[in-house]
T-cell receptor, first 114, second 111 residues
C-alpha cells in the first residue's frame, strides 16, 4: 500500500501531557498538510509543508502545537501540555506540486485528552 | 474567501434509491471542486474532482457530480444506493494553499 500512513491511529492521554503524531506521505508527494477534525465537522487546516519548509500555519495552530518535516519526508505534529479541547481527529494529507489541489488523506490519528 | 456549504447534515435513503447530496460554492467560480467520503474512524477518500474540463464528473463507486454555474452548485448523485455507501460525505474547495470543507452530510442507507 503506497497511500498516506499515520501513527498512532488512536491516542489517549491525560491533560497536560505531550503527544506526538507521525505522518508518512505518498513517497513522491512534496506537499504535506495537517488538518484537525472535530466531531460533526469537516476538517480544518492547521499547516502545510513544501518539502521541508513549513510555509503556512493557521491561527488554529496555537504555540502549544509544533510541526516538523525533516528532510522533506515524514512529518511529526507535537502538542504540548494537552487540553481537553485538543481532543479531535488529526488528519494528514499529501499532494504533488504539479497537482497540488488534489490532496490524498491518511487514516488519521484520533486523540482523546482526559 | 472561497467556501462551500452542504445543505442537509443527514440524508437517509432506502437501498436502491437515488442518492442526492447537495453542495453550493460561494462567490466566484472555483477552478476545482472535490467530493470526499469518510467511513467511520477512517480518513477521507477522494470520490471525484471537478476541473472545469467537463461539467459532469464521474467518480468512484458509481457516484457522479454535476457543476452548475447558474445554481453555484456541485451536487453529488448516485442512481442506486447500496448499503456500503453509508458514510459521511464532504464537499471541498481549494483556497490559497489549503482545502476548505463543508460541514459534511451523513448518508444512511436503509435496507
Amino acid at each position: 500500500d503506497t497511500g498516506v500512513s499515520q501513527n498512532p491511529r488512536h491516542k489517549i492521554t491525560k491533560r497536560g501531557q505531550n503527544v506526538t503524531f507521525r505522518c508518512d506521505p505518498i513517497s513522491e508527494h512534496n506537499r504535506l498538510y495537517w488538518y484537525r477534525q472535530t466531531l460533526g465537522q469537516g476538517p480544518e487546516f492547521l499547516t502545510y509543508f513544501q518539502n521541508e519548509a513549513q510555509l503556512e500555519k493557521s491561527r488554529l495552530l496555537s504555540d502549544r502545537f509544533s510541526a516538523e518535516r525533516p528532510k522533506g519526508s515524514f512529518s511529526t505534529l507535537e502538542i504540548q501540555r494537552t487540553e481537553q479541547g485538543d481532543s479531535a481527529m488529526y488528519l494528514c494529507a499529501s499532494s504533488l506540486m504539479r497537482d497540488q489541489e488534489t490532496q490524498y488523506f491518511g487514516p488519521g490519528t484520533r486523540l482523546l485528552v482526559l | 474567501a472561497q467556501s462551500v456549504t452542504q445543505l442537509g447534515s443527514h440524508v437517509s435513503v432506502s437501498e436502491g434509491a437515488l442518492v442526492l447530496l447537495r453542495c453550493n460554492y460561494s462567490s466566484s467560480v472555483p477552478p476545482y471542486l472535490f467530493w470526499y467520503v469518510q467511513y467511520p474512524n477512517q480518513g477521507l477518500q477522494l470520490l471525484l474532482k471537478y476541473t472545469s474540463a467537463a461539467t459532469l464528473v464521474k467518480g468512484i463507486n458509481g457516484f457522479e457530480a454535476e457543476f452548475k454555474k447558474s445554481e453555484t452548485s456541485f451536487h453529488l448523485t448516485k442512481p442506486s444506493a447500496h448499503m456500503s455507501d453509508a458514510a459521511e460525505y464532504f464537499c471541498a474547495v481549494p483556497y490559497n494553499n489549503d482545502m476548505r470543507f463543508g460541514a459534511g452530510t451523513r448518508l444512511t442507507v436503509k435496507p
